[in-house]
Protein backbone atom coordinates (compact mmCIF):
# COMPACT_ATOMS: atom_id res chain seq x y z
CA UNK A 1 0.00 0.00 0.00
CA UNK A 2 2.87 2.37 0.55
CA UNK A 3 3.79 2.47 -3.05
CA UNK A 4 0.46 2.91 -3.78
CA UNK A 5 0.82 6.03 -1.96
CA UNK A 6 3.31 7.60 -3.80
CA UNK A 7 1.43 7.20 -7.38
CA UNK A 8 -0.79 9.72 -8.68
CA UNK A 9 -4.89 8.56 -8.61
CA UNK A 10 -4.16 9.06 -12.62
CA UNK A 11 -1.59 7.23 -12.96
CA UNK A 12 -3.06 4.34 -10.80
CA UNK A 13 -6.60 4.27 -13.30
CA UNK A 14 -4.05 4.11 -16.08
CA UNK A 15 -2.27 0.92 -14.79
CA UNK A 16 -5.53 -0.30 -13.83
CA UNK A 17 -6.59 -0.11 -17.04
CA UNK A 18 -3.05 -2.19 -18.79
CA UNK A 19 -3.67 -4.25 -15.97
CA UNK A 20 -6.88 -5.27 -17.34
CA UNK A 21 -5.53 -5.18 -21.13
CA UNK A 22 -2.37 -6.66 -20.35
CA UNK A 23 -4.44 -9.93 -20.23
CA UNK A 24 -5.82 -9.64 -23.42
CA UNK A 25 -1.96 -10.05 -25.12
CA UNK A 26 -0.75 -13.51 -26.00
CA UNK A 27 1.09 -15.15 -23.61
CA UNK A 28 4.27 -17.45 -24.78
CA UNK A 29 2.46 -20.39 -24.36
CA UNK A 30 -1.03 -19.21 -26.78
CA UNK A 31 1.96 -17.56 -29.26
CA UNK A 32 3.54 -21.33 -29.25
CA UNK A 33 0.17 -22.98 -29.94
CA UNK A 34 -0.63 -20.44 -32.78
CA UNK A 35 2.68 -21.80 -34.14
CA UNK A 36 1.92 -25.19 -34.37
CA UNK A 37 -1.48 -24.07 -36.14
CA UNK A 38 -1.33 -25.99 -39.83
CA UNK A 39 -1.91 -23.11 -42.10
CA UNK A 40 -2.85 -19.77 -42.31
CA UNK A 41 -6.38 -20.15 -42.55
CA UNK A 42 -6.09 -21.75 -39.01
CA UNK A 43 -3.91 -19.17 -38.04
CA UNK A 44 -6.78 -16.19 -38.87
CA UNK A 45 -9.18 -19.02 -37.51
CA UNK A 46 -7.42 -18.91 -33.87
CA UNK A 47 -6.83 -14.62 -33.93
CA UNK A 48 -11.13 -14.49 -34.18
CA UNK A 49 -10.86 -14.62 -30.74
CA UNK A 50 -8.32 -11.60 -29.74
CA UNK A 51 -7.70 -8.20 -29.99
CA UNK A 52 -7.59 -8.03 -33.68
CA UNK A 53 -11.03 -9.63 -34.52
CA UNK A 54 -12.49 -6.63 -35.18
CA UNK A 55 -10.10 -5.84 -37.78
CA UNK A 56 -9.75 -9.03 -39.42
CA UNK A 57 -13.48 -9.52 -39.52
CA UNK A 58 -13.33 -6.65 -42.44
CA UNK A 59 -11.39 -8.51 -44.90
CA UNK A 60 -13.25 -10.98 -47.17
CA UNK A 61 -11.77 -14.52 -46.76
CA UNK A 62 -10.65 -14.66 -50.32
CA UNK A 63 -8.05 -11.64 -49.53
CA UNK A 64 -6.86 -13.07 -46.48
CA UNK A 65 -2.74 -13.04 -46.80
CA UNK A 66 -0.04 -12.78 -44.79
CA UNK A 67 0.35 -8.86 -46.00
CA UNK A 68 -3.47 -7.80 -45.01
CA UNK A 69 -2.80 -9.30 -41.75
CA UNK A 70 0.15 -7.54 -41.61
CA UNK A 71 -1.38 -4.11 -41.97
CA UNK A 72 -4.17 -5.64 -39.27
CA UNK A 73 -1.38 -5.97 -36.61
CA UNK A 74 0.09 -2.93 -37.46
CA UNK A 75 -3.32 -1.31 -36.95
CA UNK A 76 -4.36 -3.12 -33.61
CA UNK A 77 -1.02 -2.06 -32.74
CA UNK A 78 -1.47 1.80 -33.43
CA UNK A 79 -4.70 1.17 -31.53
CA UNK A 80 -2.88 -0.20 -28.41
CA UNK A 81 -0.25 2.63 -28.79
CA UNK A 82 -3.04 5.49 -28.82
CA UNK A 83 -5.49 4.33 -26.34
CA UNK A 84 -2.89 4.36 -23.74
CA UNK A 85 -2.19 8.02 -25.00
CA UNK A 86 -5.61 8.89 -24.99
CA UNK A 87 -6.29 7.89 -21.17
CA UNK A 88 -3.74 10.25 -19.84
CA UNK A 89 -2.61 13.52 -19.49
CA UNK A 90 0.20 16.10 -18.91
CA UNK A 91 3.62 15.01 -18.88
CA UNK A 92 2.86 10.91 -18.75
CA UNK A 93 0.09 11.98 -22.24
CA UNK A 94 4.02 13.56 -23.55
CA UNK A 95 5.68 10.56 -22.68
CA UNK A 96 3.82 7.69 -24.29
CA UNK A 97 3.20 10.71 -27.14
CA UNK A 98 6.85 10.26 -27.49
CA UNK A 99 7.18 6.42 -27.04
CA UNK A 100 4.39 5.77 -29.37
CA UNK A 101 6.25 8.22 -32.41
CA UNK A 102 8.50 4.95 -32.82
CA UNK A 103 5.93 4.37 -35.25
CA UNK A 104 5.81 7.74 -37.01
CA UNK A 105 9.60 7.06 -37.04
CA UNK A 106 9.16 3.47 -38.64
CA UNK A 107 7.04 5.19 -41.36
CA UNK A 108 9.18 7.83 -42.21
CA UNK A 109 12.27 5.93 -42.66
CA UNK A 110 10.21 3.56 -45.03
CA UNK A 111 9.00 6.67 -47.02
CA UNK A 112 12.85 7.68 -47.24
CA UNK A 113 14.23 4.25 -48.14
CA UNK A 114 11.67 4.20 -50.96
CA UNK A 115 12.46 8.00 -51.96
CA UNK A 116 16.10 7.19 -51.20
CA UNK A 117 15.89 4.41 -54.34
CA UNK A 118 13.96 6.15 -56.42
CA UNK A 119 10.91 3.95 -56.28
CA UNK A 120 7.28 5.01 -55.74
CA UNK A 121 5.56 3.92 -52.67
CA UNK A 122 1.64 4.43 -51.21
CA UNK A 123 0.09 4.33 -47.86
CA UNK A 124 -0.32 0.99 -47.34
CA UNK A 125 2.91 0.47 -46.82
CA UNK A 126 2.79 2.84 -43.26
CA UNK A 127 1.46 2.30 -40.05
CA UNK A 128 -1.96 3.63 -39.88
CA UNK A 129 -1.55 6.43 -37.41
CA UNK A 130 -4.16 8.57 -36.56
CA UNK A 131 -4.17 12.49 -37.75
CA UNK A 132 -4.36 13.53 -34.70
CA UNK A 133 -0.78 12.44 -33.10
CA UNK A 134 0.73 12.16 -36.53
CA UNK A 135 3.39 15.45 -36.67
CA UNK A 136 4.35 14.39 -40.15
CA UNK A 137 2.38 14.82 -43.26
CA UNK A 138 2.87 11.46 -44.71
CA UNK A 139 0.52 11.76 -47.63
CA UNK A 140 2.83 14.72 -48.64
CA UNK A 141 6.17 12.81 -48.06
CA UNK A 142 4.97 10.10 -50.02
CA UNK A 143 3.87 11.78 -53.23
CA UNK A 144 6.59 14.10 -53.13
CA UNK A 145 8.92 14.02 -56.09
CA UNK A 146 11.89 13.02 -54.57
CA UNK A 147 14.40 12.16 -51.30
CA UNK A 148 15.35 15.73 -50.83
CA UNK A 149 12.36 16.96 -51.52
CA UNK A 150 10.79 14.69 -49.38
CA UNK A 151 13.52 15.17 -46.34
CA UNK A 152 12.24 18.80 -46.70
CA UNK A 153 8.84 18.47 -45.42
CA UNK A 154 10.42 16.96 -42.01
CA UNK A 155 12.03 20.81 -41.67
CA UNK A 156 9.08 21.63 -39.62
CA UNK A 157 8.93 18.77 -37.76
CA UNK A 158 10.88 17.30 -34.32
CA UNK A 159 12.62 15.38 -37.28
CA UNK A 160 14.30 18.65 -38.40
CA UNK A 161 18.05 18.07 -37.41
CA UNK A 162 17.90 15.64 -40.49
CA UNK A 163 17.32 18.55 -42.85
CA UNK A 164 20.69 19.62 -42.11
CA UNK A 165 22.23 16.17 -42.49
CA UNK A 166 21.33 15.95 -46.20
CA UNK A 167 24.54 16.52 -47.25
CA UNK A 168 26.19 14.45 -45.05
CA UNK A 169 24.42 11.36 -46.02
CA UNK A 170 24.77 12.30 -49.66
CA UNK A 171 28.31 12.02 -49.04
CA UNK A 172 28.04 8.57 -47.47
CA UNK A 173 25.14 7.09 -49.16
CA UNK A 174 23.84 5.09 -46.41
CA UNK A 175 20.46 4.82 -45.62
CA UNK A 176 21.76 2.74 -41.76
CA UNK A 177 23.50 6.06 -40.98
CA UNK A 178 20.80 8.26 -41.65
CA UNK A 179 17.94 5.95 -40.17
CA UNK A 180 20.88 5.97 -37.34
CA UNK A 181 20.01 9.86 -37.29
CA UNK A 182 16.20 9.62 -36.96
CA UNK A 183 16.55 7.18 -34.07
CA UNK A 184 18.96 9.49 -32.80
CA UNK A 185 16.40 12.15 -32.48
CA UNK A 186 13.47 10.34 -31.57
CA UNK A 187 15.63 8.42 -28.65
CA UNK A 188 16.84 12.56 -27.35
CA UNK A 189 12.76 13.22 -27.52
CA UNK A 190 11.88 10.26 -25.74
CA UNK A 191 14.61 10.65 -22.94
CA UNK A 192 13.84 14.20 -22.27
CA UNK A 193 10.41 13.26 -21.70
CA UNK A 194 11.30 10.63 -19.37
CA UNK A 195 13.31 12.43 -17.02
CA UNK A 196 10.56 15.04 -17.25
CA UNK A 197 8.81 12.11 -15.17
CA UNK A 198 11.29 11.66 -12.50
CA UNK A 199 10.43 7.59 -12.67
CA UNK A 200 13.81 5.79 -12.18
CA UNK A 201 12.04 2.68 -13.65
CA UNK A 202 10.69 4.65 -16.93
CA UNK A 203 14.38 5.71 -17.36
CA UNK A 204 16.30 2.92 -16.42
CA UNK A 205 14.04 0.80 -19.14
CA UNK A 206 14.16 3.48 -21.67
CA UNK A 207 18.04 3.84 -21.11
CA UNK A 208 18.20 -0.28 -21.62
CA UNK A 209 16.38 0.04 -24.75
CA UNK A 210 18.90 2.70 -25.93
CA UNK A 211 22.47 0.94 -25.01
CA UNK A 212 21.64 -1.98 -26.49
CA UNK A 213 20.17 -0.28 -29.88
CA UNK A 214 23.76 1.55 -30.01
CA UNK A 215 25.30 -1.86 -28.98
CA UNK A 216 23.50 -3.56 -31.60
CA UNK A 217 24.13 -0.86 -34.09
CA UNK A 218 27.94 -0.91 -33.56
CA UNK A 219 28.05 -4.15 -34.25
CA UNK A 220 26.35 -3.76 -37.25
CA UNK A 221 27.74 -1.24 -38.44
CA UNK A 222 31.70 -2.54 -37.55
CA UNK A 223 30.45 -5.81 -39.76
CA UNK A 224 30.03 -3.17 -42.84
CA UNK A 225 33.50 -2.29 -42.58
CA UNK A 226 32.17 1.51 -42.42
CA UNK A 227 34.61 4.12 -41.39
CA UNK A 228 34.75 4.65 -37.34
CA UNK A 229 33.71 8.30 -38.26
CA UNK A 230 30.62 7.33 -40.29
CA UNK A 231 29.34 4.70 -37.75
CA UNK A 232 29.78 7.35 -34.63
CA UNK A 233 27.31 9.65 -36.26
CA UNK A 234 24.77 6.76 -36.93
CA UNK A 235 24.73 6.22 -32.97
CA UNK A 236 22.30 7.67 -30.28
CA UNK A 237 23.70 10.81 -28.99
CA UNK A 238 22.19 9.43 -24.95
CA UNK A 239 24.04 6.79 -23.19
CA UNK A 240 22.15 5.44 -19.79
CA UNK A 241 24.76 3.09 -18.40
CA UNK A 242 27.02 2.85 -21.43
CA UNK A 243 29.97 5.92 -21.23
CA UNK A 244 31.60 7.80 -23.85
CA UNK A 245 35.00 5.58 -23.56
CA UNK A 246 33.42 2.41 -23.18
CA UNK A 247 31.42 3.34 -26.85
CA UNK A 248 34.57 4.77 -28.30
CA UNK A 249 36.48 1.58 -27.63
CA UNK A 250 33.83 -0.66 -29.03
CA UNK A 251 33.56 1.72 -32.28
CA UNK A 252 37.62 1.64 -32.45
CA UNK A 253 37.46 -2.74 -31.77
CA UNK A 254 38.88 -4.82 -34.07
CA UNK A 255 36.39 -6.88 -35.37
CA UNK A 256 37.87 -10.15 -33.59
CA UNK A 257 38.05 -8.26 -30.22
CA UNK A 258 34.66 -6.95 -30.31
CA UNK A 259 33.24 -9.57 -28.66
CA UNK A 260 35.87 -8.74 -25.23
CA UNK A 261 35.36 -5.20 -25.43
CA UNK A 262 31.62 -6.17 -25.48
CA UNK A 263 32.01 -8.14 -22.22
CA UNK A 264 33.66 -5.08 -20.26
CA UNK A 265 30.37 -2.95 -20.68
CA UNK A 266 27.22 -2.88 -17.99
CA UNK A 267 25.39 -5.18 -20.51
CA UNK A 268 28.10 -7.97 -20.66
CA UNK A 269 25.10 -10.58 -19.69
CA UNK A 270 23.54 -9.77 -23.05
CA UNK A 271 26.05 -10.66 -25.13
CA UNK A 272 28.19 -13.28 -23.05
CA UNK A 273 26.70 -16.24 -24.75
CA UNK A 274 26.85 -14.51 -27.98
CA UNK A 275 30.50 -15.33 -28.77
CA UNK A 276 30.36 -17.25 -31.39
CA UNK A 277 27.70 -15.86 -33.50
CA UNK A 278 29.60 -12.13 -32.73
CA UNK A 279 32.95 -13.55 -34.08
CA UNK A 280 31.19 -15.41 -37.19
CA UNK A 281 28.93 -12.37 -38.11
CA UNK A 282 25.75 -13.71 -37.48
CA UNK A 283 24.18 -10.20 -36.46
CA UNK A 284 20.54 -11.65 -36.89
CA UNK A 285 20.74 -14.21 -34.01
CA UNK A 286 22.41 -11.47 -31.81
CA UNK A 287 19.66 -9.24 -32.77
CA UNK A 288 17.52 -11.44 -31.77
CA UNK A 289 19.09 -12.88 -28.80
CA UNK A 290 19.09 -9.09 -26.63
CA UNK A 291 15.38 -8.47 -28.23
CA UNK A 292 14.36 -12.03 -26.79
CA UNK A 293 16.01 -10.31 -23.64
CA UNK A 294 14.34 -7.26 -23.65
CA UNK A 295 11.39 -9.20 -23.68
CA UNK A 296 11.48 -11.32 -20.60
CA UNK A 297 12.40 -8.15 -19.44
CA UNK A 298 9.41 -6.58 -20.04
CA UNK A 299 7.92 -9.49 -18.40
CA UNK A 300 9.99 -9.20 -15.05
CA UNK A 301 9.09 -5.75 -14.58
CA UNK A 302 5.40 -6.31 -15.42
CA UNK A 303 5.90 -8.79 -12.46
CA UNK A 304 8.25 -6.41 -10.09
CA UNK A 305 6.56 -3.49 -10.65
CA UNK A 306 2.88 -3.85 -11.61
CA UNK A 307 1.58 -0.60 -9.60
CA UNK A 308 4.64 1.70 -11.56
CA UNK A 309 3.85 3.62 -14.72
CA UNK A 310 6.63 1.59 -16.14
CA UNK A 311 3.97 -1.27 -15.70
CA UNK A 312 2.09 0.63 -19.16
CA UNK A 313 5.57 1.27 -20.93
CA UNK A 314 6.51 -2.81 -20.19
CA UNK A 315 2.72 -3.90 -21.64
CA UNK A 316 3.21 -1.27 -24.70
CA UNK A 317 6.51 -2.72 -25.54
CA UNK A 318 5.04 -6.61 -24.92
CA UNK A 319 2.35 -5.39 -27.88
CA UNK A 320 5.29 -4.80 -30.39
CA UNK A 321 6.77 -7.69 -29.37
CA UNK A 322 3.20 -9.50 -29.84
CA UNK A 323 2.93 -7.32 -33.28
CA UNK A 324 6.41 -9.07 -34.16
CA UNK A 325 5.29 -12.52 -33.39
CA UNK A 326 2.18 -12.78 -35.00
CA UNK A 327 3.57 -11.21 -38.25
CA UNK A 328 6.12 -13.59 -37.99
CA UNK A 329 3.62 -16.64 -37.92
CA UNK A 330 1.21 -15.30 -40.39
CA UNK A 331 4.37 -14.46 -43.05
CA UNK A 332 5.89 -18.34 -42.10
CA UNK A 333 2.36 -20.48 -41.99
CA UNK A 334 2.15 -18.21 -45.86
CA UNK A 335 5.75 -18.75 -46.93
CA UNK A 336 5.62 -22.55 -45.52
CA UNK A 337 8.44 -22.40 -43.25
CA UNK A 338 8.93 -25.26 -40.65
CA UNK A 339 7.37 -25.42 -37.82
CA UNK A 340 10.80 -25.41 -35.69
CA UNK A 341 12.16 -22.31 -38.27
CA UNK A 342 9.20 -20.26 -37.11
CA UNK A 343 9.95 -20.61 -33.80
CA UNK A 344 13.10 -19.78 -33.65
CA UNK A 345 12.72 -16.32 -34.96
CA UNK A 346 9.53 -15.76 -32.44
CA UNK A 347 10.26 -13.46 -28.74
CA UNK A 348 9.04 -15.72 -26.57
CA UNK B 1 27.90 -38.22 -125.54
CA UNK B 2 25.35 -40.13 -123.43
CA UNK B 3 23.09 -38.93 -120.71
CA UNK B 4 22.75 -41.54 -117.74
CA UNK B 5 20.66 -41.09 -114.30
CA UNK B 6 20.17 -37.40 -114.91
CA UNK B 7 24.07 -36.81 -115.19
CA UNK B 8 25.57 -36.41 -118.53
CA UNK B 9 28.53 -38.40 -119.20
CA UNK B 10 31.56 -36.04 -120.28
CA UNK B 11 34.81 -35.18 -119.72
CA UNK B 12 34.18 -31.31 -118.63
CA UNK B 13 31.52 -32.84 -116.21
CA UNK B 14 34.04 -35.84 -115.20
CA UNK B 15 36.66 -32.93 -114.15
CA UNK B 16 33.54 -30.80 -112.48
CA UNK B 17 32.83 -33.97 -110.21
CA UNK B 18 36.43 -34.47 -109.55
CA UNK B 19 37.33 -31.18 -108.81
CA UNK B 20 33.58 -31.39 -106.45
CA UNK B 21 34.69 -34.19 -104.31
CA UNK B 22 38.36 -32.44 -103.92
CA UNK B 23 36.53 -29.31 -102.39
CA UNK B 24 34.14 -31.56 -100.12
CA UNK B 25 36.47 -33.86 -98.77
CA UNK B 26 38.34 -30.70 -97.74
CA UNK B 27 35.40 -29.27 -96.76
CA UNK B 28 35.08 -32.53 -94.48
CA UNK B 29 38.31 -32.08 -93.20
CA UNK B 30 37.45 -28.81 -92.05
CA UNK B 31 34.13 -29.06 -90.17
CA UNK B 32 35.75 -31.74 -88.65
CA UNK B 33 37.96 -29.67 -87.63
CA UNK B 34 35.58 -26.89 -86.28
CA UNK B 35 33.55 -29.79 -84.89
CA UNK B 36 36.73 -30.73 -82.61
CA UNK B 37 36.97 -27.49 -81.34
CA UNK B 38 33.28 -26.85 -80.74
CA UNK B 39 33.16 -29.80 -78.33
CA UNK B 40 36.61 -29.14 -76.97
CA UNK B 41 35.09 -25.54 -75.76
CA UNK B 42 31.63 -26.87 -74.86
CA UNK B 43 33.94 -29.86 -72.59
CA UNK B 44 35.40 -26.54 -70.88
CA UNK B 45 32.39 -24.92 -70.40
CA UNK B 46 30.72 -28.16 -68.52
CA UNK B 47 33.22 -27.62 -65.88
CA UNK B 48 32.31 -24.49 -64.98
CA UNK B 49 28.73 -26.16 -65.54
CA UNK B 50 29.37 -28.71 -62.34
CA UNK B 51 28.84 -25.74 -60.18
CA UNK B 52 25.66 -25.64 -60.94
CA UNK B 53 24.94 -27.81 -58.38
CA UNK B 54 26.29 -25.51 -55.50
CA UNK B 55 25.00 -23.17 -56.67
CA UNK B 56 21.79 -24.17 -56.60
CA UNK B 57 22.24 -25.20 -52.78
CA UNK B 58 23.31 -21.74 -51.87
CA UNK B 59 20.53 -19.87 -54.13
CA UNK B 60 17.95 -22.34 -51.69
CA UNK B 61 19.96 -20.99 -48.29
CA UNK B 62 19.58 -17.54 -49.68
CA UNK B 63 16.23 -17.92 -50.36
CA UNK B 64 15.65 -19.49 -46.63
CA UNK B 65 17.12 -16.15 -45.53
CA UNK B 66 14.77 -14.17 -47.53
CA UNK B 67 11.97 -15.96 -46.00
CA UNK B 68 13.09 -15.63 -42.40
CA UNK B 69 13.74 -11.41 -43.22
CA UNK B 70 9.89 -11.45 -44.38
CA UNK B 71 9.08 -12.87 -41.49
CA UNK B 72 11.13 -10.94 -38.71
CA UNK B 73 10.26 -7.37 -40.78
CA UNK B 74 7.21 -8.66 -42.28
CA UNK B 75 6.00 -7.78 -46.14
CA UNK B 76 6.22 -3.53 -46.42
CA UNK B 77 9.40 -3.76 -43.54
CA UNK B 78 11.04 -5.86 -46.39
CA UNK B 79 9.71 -4.31 -49.37
CA UNK B 80 10.67 -0.86 -48.27
CA UNK B 81 14.29 -2.19 -47.23
CA UNK B 82 14.13 -3.14 -50.61
CA UNK B 83 13.22 -0.32 -52.75
CA UNK B 84 16.13 1.68 -51.27
CA UNK B 85 18.54 -0.69 -52.33
CA UNK B 86 20.01 0.83 -56.01
CA UNK B 87 19.67 -2.10 -58.48
CA UNK B 88 22.61 -3.61 -60.07
CA UNK B 89 23.09 -3.06 -63.84
CA UNK B 90 24.23 -6.25 -66.09
CA UNK B 91 24.92 -5.66 -69.71
CA UNK B 92 25.13 -7.93 -72.45
CA UNK B 93 28.00 -8.91 -75.01
CA UNK B 94 28.80 -11.50 -77.26
CA UNK B 95 31.86 -13.35 -78.94
CA UNK B 96 32.93 -15.69 -81.65
CA UNK B 97 33.59 -19.59 -80.95
CA UNK B 98 34.46 -20.56 -84.74
CA UNK B 99 32.29 -18.80 -86.34
CA UNK B 100 29.08 -19.20 -83.62
CA UNK B 101 28.24 -15.84 -81.64
CA UNK B 102 27.97 -16.77 -77.83
CA UNK B 103 26.32 -14.38 -75.86
CA UNK B 104 28.38 -12.85 -72.65
CA UNK B 105 27.52 -11.12 -69.29
CA UNK B 106 29.22 -8.16 -67.21
CA UNK B 107 27.72 -6.86 -64.25
CA UNK B 108 28.45 -2.81 -65.26
CA UNK B 109 27.22 -1.94 -61.78
CA UNK B 110 27.51 -3.63 -58.46
CA UNK B 111 24.67 -3.16 -56.02
CA UNK B 112 26.39 -1.03 -52.95
CA UNK B 113 24.60 -3.28 -49.76
CA UNK B 114 26.97 -1.50 -47.05
CA UNK B 115 24.46 1.23 -46.60
CA UNK B 116 21.25 -1.19 -46.29
CA UNK B 117 19.58 -0.75 -42.65
CA UNK B 118 18.29 -3.30 -40.54
CA UNK B 119 20.47 -6.72 -39.39
CA UNK B 120 17.97 -9.10 -41.42
CA UNK B 121 17.68 -6.58 -44.80
CA UNK B 122 21.63 -6.70 -44.98
CA UNK B 123 21.79 -10.19 -44.06
CA UNK B 124 19.90 -10.90 -46.75
CA UNK B 125 21.41 -8.76 -49.94
CA UNK B 126 25.03 -9.93 -48.63
CA UNK B 127 23.54 -13.21 -49.61
CA UNK B 128 22.10 -12.40 -53.31
CA UNK B 129 24.54 -9.71 -53.97
CA UNK B 130 27.37 -12.71 -53.18
CA UNK B 131 25.33 -15.08 -55.60
CA UNK B 132 24.32 -12.96 -58.09
CA UNK B 133 28.29 -12.95 -60.29
CA UNK B 134 28.02 -16.84 -60.02
CA UNK B 135 24.56 -16.87 -61.10
CA UNK B 136 25.69 -14.73 -64.23
CA UNK B 137 28.27 -16.87 -64.90
CA UNK B 138 26.35 -19.77 -64.65
CA UNK B 139 23.70 -18.60 -67.12
CA UNK B 140 26.51 -17.40 -69.53
CA UNK B 141 28.20 -21.42 -69.71
CA UNK B 142 24.75 -22.37 -69.69
CA UNK B 143 23.66 -20.31 -72.82
CA UNK B 144 27.27 -20.54 -74.15
CA UNK B 145 26.57 -24.43 -74.39
CA UNK B 146 23.55 -24.46 -75.46
CA UNK B 147 24.35 -22.27 -78.33
CA UNK B 148 27.80 -24.40 -79.19
CA UNK B 149 25.97 -28.03 -78.93
CA UNK B 150 23.22 -26.53 -81.12
CA UNK B 151 26.35 -25.71 -83.77
CA UNK B 152 27.84 -28.85 -82.81
CA UNK B 153 24.87 -30.96 -83.78
CA UNK B 154 24.38 -28.87 -87.04
CA UNK B 155 27.64 -29.78 -88.35
CA UNK B 156 27.96 -33.09 -87.12
CA UNK B 157 24.55 -33.45 -89.26
CA UNK B 158 26.44 -31.70 -91.87
CA UNK B 159 29.74 -34.09 -91.55
CA UNK B 160 27.61 -36.89 -91.87
CA UNK B 161 25.21 -35.83 -94.90
CA UNK B 162 28.92 -34.99 -96.65
CA UNK B 163 30.38 -38.20 -95.76
CA UNK B 164 27.29 -41.00 -95.81
CA UNK B 165 25.73 -39.03 -98.88
CA UNK B 166 27.15 -36.32 -100.91
CA UNK B 167 30.86 -37.80 -101.30
CA UNK B 168 29.51 -41.79 -102.18
CA UNK B 169 26.96 -39.87 -104.52
CA UNK B 170 29.49 -37.88 -106.18
CA UNK B 171 32.33 -40.87 -106.35
CA UNK B 172 29.34 -43.09 -108.04
CA UNK B 173 28.67 -40.31 -110.36
CA UNK B 174 32.46 -40.09 -110.98
CA UNK B 175 32.79 -43.71 -111.28
CA UNK B 176 29.75 -43.93 -113.54
CA UNK B 177 30.45 -40.98 -115.73
CA UNK B 178 34.39 -42.86 -115.73
CA UNK B 179 32.54 -45.89 -116.88
CA UNK B 180 30.55 -44.72 -119.48
CA UNK B 181 33.46 -42.37 -121.12
CA UNK B 182 35.83 -46.22 -121.16
CA UNK B 183 32.78 -47.54 -123.04
CA UNK B 184 32.34 -44.85 -125.09
CA UNK B 185 35.96 -44.78 -126.06
CA UNK B 186 36.02 -48.31 -126.65
CA UNK B 187 33.31 -47.84 -129.26
CA UNK B 188 34.44 -45.22 -130.87
CA UNK B 189 37.55 -47.67 -130.77
CA UNK B 190 36.15 -50.41 -132.67
CA UNK B 191 34.00 -48.11 -135.03
CA UNK B 192 36.73 -46.61 -135.90
CA UNK B 193 38.31 -50.22 -136.33
CA UNK B 194 35.50 -51.56 -138.33
CA UNK B 195 35.65 -48.62 -140.60
CA UNK B 196 39.41 -48.95 -141.47
CA UNK B 197 38.75 -52.67 -142.50
CA UNK B 198 35.84 -51.96 -144.54
CA UNK B 199 38.04 -49.01 -146.31
CA UNK B 200 41.03 -51.90 -146.35
CA UNK B 201 38.60 -54.15 -148.28
CA UNK B 202 37.04 -51.91 -150.67
CA UNK B 203 40.58 -50.87 -151.80
Not at chain 1, 135 to 161: K, Q, W
Not at chain 1, 312 to 322: I, N, Q, R
Not at chain 2, 28 to 50: C, F, P, Q, W
Request: with cysteine.
Amino acid sequence: MSSLRRVSPRTIYLVARVHGLSTHLFRPEDIGSLTRVPDLSSFVQALLDSDYAPALSKIPSEEVNAVRLTEVFYETLADRFFFITSTTSGSVRRFFEDYARRLEVENVKRILRAKSGGEPIDERALVPIPREYATVNFPAMVSSRGFEDCVGLLEATIYSPLVDRLGAYKQLGAAVVFEGMLDSIYYGQLWEEAEGLHDGDIRKRIGYEMDLQNLLLILNLKSRDLPQDVIEKSLIRTYFRLSESAVGDLVGAKTGSIFEVLLRTYYAKYFSELRNEIQNGLLTKVEHSVLASLYHLNIKTMGAKPLGLVYTLAYLSLCEFEERNVTAIATGKQLGLTDDKLYSLLYI
Amino acid sequence: MSVAGGVAATKGLLLRFREQLQFVEKGVGILKMKRERLAMEVNLLLDKVKARDQLEKEVMTAYGSLKEAYCALGYQGLRTIALGVEQAQVGGLSYSVVGVTVPTLQIEKTTSTAGIPSTWGYEVSQRFASLLPKIIQLSQSEAAIEKLVEELKSTNRKVSALEQIVIPSTVGIIQYIENRLYEETLEEFIRTKHVRETIRKRA
